[in-house]
């Protein structure tokens, strides 16, 4: 089938048409590569809980769940899904972003301008931070910097000693700035991220912001079961949850109030 088409193709040229040169080709307009998915395996996943943050450490996942009343930060049990550890946020508090840097779990609220920082083994508050956006979203982290998004086309870098900001990416893709930043995750030296409201993960470059490449997992659902989302509280919402085992390089995914966490294989 390809060499047909490579055949055809060269068939079709004109041997009199010069071949084109990078310096004719118009300028680049970035179009994202394609990311492939590959679902691995499929775990259960409490689906009571509105995922805002997810990330794995020494074979367990940590999560951050978000919603008045009923925040948390837990620790589970991958192949179970079974929570094996977890303090409730007070209920003016609505959990968002989590990562975890030098035995410490950092995460963010929504609209409450604070920060709580955790043990990690204890998941006892041991601080808390500010950080300077309206929103806290997603977050991540570089081995030095927490990195968090805010809802908007930003992602920034903070120092967790001094809470400053030290660098900010604008996220843009082919059509401009690419919004609604969710859910991050720092693989392989690349940001990947939820958009909210979309089935798509983007891979974006740490340096420039752009993202170099995109999945869309929208059949995702009708593949593992989880249903359309229907508005309902409580029941499946928006793809949302990256987290990354460097050593054993497993990408897992799930959603918001989805019964189910996925192994997933991200490929471009
Ligand atoms: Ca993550």
Known sequence: MLITALAACKDSESPD????????APAAVDVPAIMSYDIVTQYPHDPAAFTEGLEFKDGYLYESIGQYGLSDIRKTELTTGKVLKSTKMDAKYFGEGMTILNGRIYQLTYKEGKGFVYDLATLKQVATFSFHTPEGWGMTNNGTHLIFSDGSNMIYFQDPATGQVVKQLSVTDERGPAYQINELELIKGYIYANQWQTDRILKIDTSTGKVVARADLSDLR????????????????????????AATNRIFITGKNWPKLMEVKLDN
């Open 222 to 245: 009708q593949r593992t079961g989880i249903p359309p989302i229907s508005g309902y509280e409580g029941a499946p919402d928006v793809l949302n949850g990256i987290a990354y085992d």
């Open 17 to 24: 048409e010069p071949a084109a040169t990078p310096t004719d």
